[in-house]
């Protein structure tokens, strides 16, 4: 009966001490509560996901978890890659800054677990402090787009007209014509970040509507 519960494979496998475990995820949560707040004050999408900031600080754990375990025997890191073989993510990221918060957390996950936690302090305050500056950091202009409906020629050309007197530049990207009017996309700069001019546009006449629509999701009917 002590034979059946004789579990002598664990003697194959080395084996962490529950302060090495402890301390190399006290300092991977560091690590990812760092990520978690530079994402927060540097994000810019259409809308904000809590959900996936905090994946990527329990990423961060998983991550140093799943080292931990592969670098203890050379079995275990071949089974972890079979298992991670069939993992299939389906979510889509939508924003290309997500991308690197993701490969920024695992990356993370990966040097802590397996021991260069220095290396991973020093890179990732570094990394963030990058973040903070360029993201944070407001071009000299912001590209917008603005939206127009109006019914012909005569009102196309009124509203192109106030375009040009409120805007440093305008560019005409497309154009839409059917039986119910004139579309317009016009990609502006403006004069001292004014859009009071959408207003104007509005009260032309032959003007249906105008829509001013910022590159990050942000518009104004």
Not at 60 to 80: D, K, R
Not at 82 to 96: D, H, N
Not at 177 to 203: C, H, P
Request: charged content about 15%.
């Amino acid at each position: 009966m002590g034979q059946l519960f004789d579990f002598r494979f664990l003697d194959r496998v080395a084996t962490y001490s529950v302060l090495d475990v402890l301390v190399a995820l006290i300092v991977s949560l560091c690590i990812g509560l760092f990520v978690f707040f530079i994402y927060t004050k540097t994000f810019r999408g259409v809308m904000y996901s809590r959900s996936f900031a905090i994946s990527l600080l329990v990423m961060n754990l998983i991550t140093t978890l799943v080292i931990l375990a592969v670098s203890s025997h050379f079995i275990i890191a071949f089974g972890m890659i079979g298992a991670l073989s069939i993992v299939r993510f389906r979510t889509v990221v939508k924003e290309p800054l997500d991308l690197v918060y993701l490969f920024w957390s695992i990356t993370t996950g990966i040097i802590v677990g397996a021991g260069f936690v220095i290396m991973a302090a020093v890179g990732s305050l570094f990394i963030g402090l990058i973040l903070l500056v360029l993201i944070n950091r407001k071009p000299d202009e912001i590209p917008y787009m603005v939206v127009v409906s109006c019914d012909g020629d005569t009102a196309e050309e009124h509203a192109l007209a106030v375009l040009k007197e409120h805007t440093k530049k305008h560019v005409l990207k497309a154009k839409t014509v059917s039986k119910d009017g004139i579309e317009l996309t016009v990609e502006v700069r403006l004069k001292q970040s004014q859009s009071d001019f959408v207003n104007k546009l509005s009260a032309v006449e032959g003007v249906h509507n105008a829509a001013f629509v910022s590159y990050y999701g942000d518009y104004y009917m």
